[in-house]
């Protein structure tokens, strides 16, 4: 049994918050000793009356938020400023073949969120964490470019097709392995505009979730975020561990650092180094070498990802192509907007 006393302490190494009182699942008691320095507390093993020693645990308190690890996800999308008529398969999946690929826009603002907590605090970690083909590694090292410590590319055939369910459930995976305290990622991938898998990866992990973040800081243990909703701006705060998702509103993320770039350009997955026979590149550089993770590295069941593990169908695929029209210039003059007004009510555009 564990009995826990004082404020709630967080082990970031197991992913458990103990809160005050009594937990059956544990057999310690953690008691928060005012006369020894944050972050070390006394165990007290009720098993063995008696026994007393001292364990140093991961306490977030409003001094201690150094030396936390973010993970942000990120996703390659399809540019869909330049979509053609091959740009869907028959099965009804995105064509990437064909199109040119790029950083999910709203996944860089959720990167400059993290970024700046980064700066603000020292020993903090951020990695970035994408599913996709190999060629997905690309905005990793976009990542490290802009600030990113590290990288980490799910890639398998098994993969392939994955809808939002089946994605959510193989980042899940990838987050308890990484252990983190902070996820953070984009609203939604310009590719489906679902919004779906952030808030399915907090559901998997059983962490809290806060959606449509703008900004954020941390006070004492908590973070503090604003968020940005259809009809004005909501602050929440929240505990750790936590998932966040961020608003295409919120600040742009910074450029590319030359010195940054000049450490990184290197930088390549298992796979991508074999393809260019370029293994002596990272022999003795470990800092170019992106971690590269299969179905079997998480521990996923292959029947949960891809097209079998996916229970989203696209029924059809309607190609629109939009011809320009006749045009109509228009005045300021009263008389000008009052005919189209009436134009508008008259075949229902407004009204």
Not at 199 to 220: D, I, N, R, S
Request: hydrophobic letters at 40%; one cysteine or more; charged letters at 25%.
């Amino acid at each position: 049994m564990i009995r826990a006393e004082g404020r709630s302490c967080w082990f970031r190494t197991g992913g458990i918050r103990i809160e005050p009182g009594y937990h059956n699942d544990l057999n310690v008691k953690i008691i928060k000793d005012p006369g020894i320095s944050t972050g070390i507390h006394k165990i007290v093993n009720e098993w063995l009356p008696g026994t007393v020693f001292y364990y140093i645990c991961h306490f977030k308190s409003e001094n201690e938020m150094n030396g936390i690890k973010i993970v942000v996800l990120a996703k390659q999308v399809p540019d869909t400023r330049n979509v053609g008529p091959d740009a869907m398969k028959a099965d009804g999946t995105v064509n990437r073949s064909v199109l040119p690929a790029i950083f999910n826009p709203e996944d860089l603002n959720a990167l400059e969120q993290a970024l700046r907590i980064k700066e603000r605090y020292e020993g903090v970690t951020v990695t970035l964490l994408t599913m996709g083909p190999v060629r997905a590694a690309e905005i990793i090292r976009e990542g490290l470019y802009r600030g990113a410590d590290d990288g980490v590319l799910l890639t398998d055939r098994a993969f392939a097709g994955s809808d939002t369910l089946a994605t959510s459930y193989a980042l899940a995976l990838a987050v308890r392995k990484l252990s983190p305290d902070l996820v953070i990622g984009g609203r939604q991938a310009i590719d489906g505009d679902t919004a779906q898998v952030g808030p399915q990866v907090a559901e998997k992990l059983g962490w809290p979730q806060v959606t449509y973040a703008e900004e954020m800081h941390f006070e004492g243990d908590r973070l503090i975020i604003r968020r940005r909703l259809e009809r004005g701006v909501e602050t929440v705060s929240a505990p750790l561990p936590l998932v966040v998702t961020v608003n295409g509103t919120a600040p742009a993320c910074r450029y590319r650092n030359a010195r940054l770039v000049m450490k990184y350009k290197y930088a390549r997955t298992e796979t991508e180094l074999q393809a260019e026979n370029a293994d002596y590149i990272a022999a003795g550089r470990p800092l170019i070498k992106i971690t590269e993770w299969g179905v079997d590295a998480i521990g996923a069941d292959p029947d949960q990802l891809g097209l079998s593990g996916s229970p989203t169908k696209v029924k059809e695929i309607e190609n629109v192509i939009l011809q320009s029209k006749e045009s109509k210039r228009l005045t300021s003059s009263d008389s000008d907007i009052e005919s189209l007004v009436r134009e508008l009510l008259e075949n229902h555009t407004i009204g």
